[in-house]
């Protein structure tokens, strides 16, 4: 009777029976006092799962970011190296995860990268552009040949390139510079007739041969001897091979005498001129002993000074 006998346990106040309360002390009193299998720290049995799940110093905590478990006291170390931490990029300044950083980089916008044709440091956002646009050493094609060079040295080679145009002196069109037009096919261009090598235009060549060039062959209207242009006309005036009486005229006095006559008549004639033998000035024939005796300066002593040595 007296294991029945109802009592209440002194920790949580609960009744039960004098026979049962060692075994609700033991295994269900809430009351009775644990111990943590974390932090071995005795408490109530009923505050013991909010303890292990808030309180315990050695429980273990899920970080917000990456979802790992760690202890308590670990966490701001934690923070400082979780993978999934929020960090900005150096360059760009964009915020991201940790665990993303270096992908990121690889393709940050201004993320300086070496050029692969000038080894010049560029933002990769303006890699492309200075690719294309700006690089010394990018690859361009000439105007004229079409040939590929570093665009640093399209200058020089347009100064010097054998398909560059240029303008021909002679006839104003222009052609490539290593055409042959101006030394072989220009009809304005200029080349020595070959009788008396003067430069003639190539389009008046064949008209100065026949008909201007004082070397050209051309036959004496009496003779029909074939004599130089030059000389033709002086022939003709003494030729012999035509009629004697055929009319000359005298290219001193203008008076016409035969051809027979004009050589003799020259030599007399009183219109021609000769050289004082003192002096060395021409005067008229008819005139020279005038001047012998009054006008010539060294025979009658007259010295004539220059401007300069006044």
């Given amino acids: 009777m007296i294991g029945n006998m109802a009592v209440n346990c002194e920790l949580c106040g609960k009744a039960t029976t004098r026979s049962d309360i060692a075994t609700h002390k033991e295994a269900f009193c809430e009351e009775r006092l644990v111990k943590c299998d974390l932090c071995l720290n005795k ?87 200075h690719t294309k646009y700006s690089c010394p050493e990018r690859q361009v094609q000439c105007q004229y040949c079409e040939e590929q060079m570093p665009v640093k040295t399209v200058s020089s080679h ?19 510079a290593d055409s042959t037009h101006m030394n072989n096919h220009c009809p304005m261009r200029y080349l020595n007739c070959e009788l008396c090598s003067e430069k003639v235009r190539y389009s008046h060549l064949d008209d100065h041969m026949w008909k201007s060039c004082p070397e050209r062959k051309v036959r004496c209207l009496h003779c029909k001897v074939a004599l130089p242009a030059k ?62 005796v009054g006008r010539c300066p060294v025979r009658h002593g007259i010295m004539y000074l220059s401007p300069t040595a006044i």
């Fill in 158 to 176: 347009t100064e010097f390139c054998l398909k560059r145009p240029v303008r021909c002196k002679d006839c104003g069109i222009s052609y490539p």
């Fill in 43 to 129: 408490m109530a049995l009923k505050t013991l799962d909010s303890h292990k799940v808030s309180s315990c110093p050695e429980r273990f905590v899920e970080c917000r970011k990456c979802k790992i478990k760690i202890l308590p006291w670990d966490k701001e170390e934690h923070n400082r190296n979780c993978p999934q931490r929020i960090v900005s990029c150096s360059q760009c300044k964009e915020t991201m995860s940790f665990a993303n950083l270096s992908s990121h980089a690889i393709y940050c916008p201004k993320r300086l990268f070496n050029c692969a044709l000038c080894s010049e440091q560029v933002r990769f956002c303006q890699l492309d552009y």
């Fill in 231 to 292: 000389t033709v006309e002086s022939h003709e005036k003494y030729c012999q091979g035509g009629p004697g009486d055929r009319p000359v005229r005298c290219n001193s006095c203008g008076k016409w005498y035969q051809a027979s006559s004009i050589r003799s008549h020259e030599q007399q004639c009183l219109e021609r001129l000769v050289q004082c033998r003192d002096c060395g000035e021409k005067v008229k024939a008819l005139l020279l002993e005038n001047h012998s």
